[in-house]
């Protein structure tokens, strides 16, 4: 059962990539079409498409650390005042 749930993790990971960057890609074609803007408008979508893919992956990752029970990092230091 756990395999069934680690593949939709794997596909959400596909997606959570894949989407935004077609999906701002896509976008900025209709905005260039439909609008008469330049190539710069496509540049755009490209970068923010890729920023927002990069981000899911991050996000995407993370989660499937915790899935895979992975140790958390390290607690930060105690603080001079929270000594007892």
């Given at each position: 059962?756990?395999?069934f ?12 990539v ?42 995407s ?24």
């Amino acid at each position: 059962m756990k395999n069934f749930s680690l593949l939709a993790w794997l596909t959400q990971l596909g997606l959570s990539v894949a989407l935004p960057l077609a999906g701002f890609i896509l976008l900025a074609v209709w905005l260039r079409e439909r609008f008469g803007l330049g190539n710069w408008v496509l540049w755009v979508g490209i970068v923010v498409g890729a920023v927002s893919a990069v981000d899911g992956l991050r996000v995407s990752l993370k989660a499937l650390s915790r899935l895979a029970g992975e140790p958390k990092e390290d607690p930060p230091p105690v603080s001079f005042n929270d000594h007892q």
